[in-house]
């Protein structure tokens, strides 16, 4: 809140409550955007890093990307998981990455591991939001 | 584009990446971030190793 309101102090563009939401939006849709436009650099990187490399690791692996669905409930948790990893998630739908292979006991590991990167960037989107509003510094 | 993975290496990389996240979300000092990331670092491979002991005296 206080490194808000001296940006908007010093003529900056956002206000502290558009950045508590832009921020988490942000940090969904890329990892670690919503700590780059509140300067917070290193931790924006780290960040962008921890769940690029799962995410890429994942389908790698040959991990399942899960579509929208109504079936199975793990299939549709799948799905919230997954789409947790905001452009990538889009990105991947659209390359028609993630087929997942049955037929590789790795696969399955590239499947949570698609999964978990989405949980954390959830995760770190919600930290961008606790920035925002001052809650964290 | 696709990689064979060993279980360990797999287990080290989700480890490390997860605690990445963990250490700065849920501390607020880079120092507090560091330690934390490491502590769970520790517990998610020290659990993979112990996880992996007991599978195998519950085999043997």
Same mark, same amino acid.
């Given at each position: 809140?206080?490194?808000?309101?001296? =940006?908007?102090?010093?003529? !900056?563009?956002?206000? +502290? @409550? @558009?950045? %508590?939401?832009?921020?988490?939006? +942000? #940090?969904?849709?890329?990892?670690?955007? #919503?700590?780059?436009?509140?300067?917070?650099?290193?931790? #924006?990187?780290?960040?962008?890093?921890?769940?690029?490399?799962?995410?890429?690791?994942?389908?790698?692996?040959? !991990?399942?990307?899960?579509? $929208?669905? =109504? #079936?199975?409930?793990?299939?549709?948790?799948?799905?919230?998981?997954?789409?947790?990893?905001?452009?990538?998630? $889009?990105?991947?739908? =659209?390359?028609?990455?993630?087929?997942?292979?049955?037929?590789? %006991?790795?696969?399955?590991? !590239? =499947?949570?591991?698609?999964?978990?990167?989405?949980?954390?960037?959830?995760? +770190?989107?919600?930290? +961008?939001?606790?920035?925002?509003? !001052?809650?964290? @510094? | 584009?696709? &990689?064979?993975?060993?279980? &360990?290496?797999?287990?080290?990389? &989700?480890?490390?990446?997860?605690?990445?996240?963990?250490?700065?979300?849920?501390?607020?000092?880079?120092?507090?971030?560091?330690?934390?990331?490491?502590?769970?670092?520790?517990?998610?491979?020290?659990?993979?190793?112990?996880?992996?002991?007991?599978?195998?005296?519950?085999?043997?």
């Amino acid at each position: 809140m206080a490194n808000l309101q001296q =940006t908007a102090a010093k003529g !900056g563009e956002v206000s +502290a @409550s @558009s950045m %508590a939401i832009i921020a988490p939006f +942000a #940090g969904w849709l890329l990892p670690g955007l #919503g700590h780059f436009i509140q300067r917070k650099w290193i931790r #924006g990187l780290l960040l962008m890093l921890a769940v690029f490399i799962m995410f890429f690791a994942g389908i790698g692996m040959q !991990g399942k990307v899960y579509g $929208f669905n =109504t #079936g199975d409930l793990l299939d549709i948790l799948g799905f919230v998981g997954d789409v947790g990893s905001g452009m990538l998630y $889009f990105i991947a739908r =659209t390359m028609d990455w993630g087929g997942g292979n049955i037929q590789r %006991a790795v696969a399955d590991y !590239g =499947t949570k591991y698609i999964v978990v990167a989405g949980l954390l960037n959830i995760i +770190a989107a919600v930290d +961008a939001h606790q920035i925002a509003i !001052g809650k964290k @510094s | 584009m696709t &990689f064979e993975l060993s279980h &360990f290496t797999a287990a080290v990389i &989700f480890a490390a990446c997860a605690s990445t996240v963990f250490g700065i979300t849920q501390r607020n000092t880079p120092r507090d971030m560091m330690r934390y990331g490491a502590y769970c670092f520790a517990l998610f491979v020290g659990g993979v190793i112990v996880a992996a002991w007991v599978m195998w005296a519950i085999k043997h």
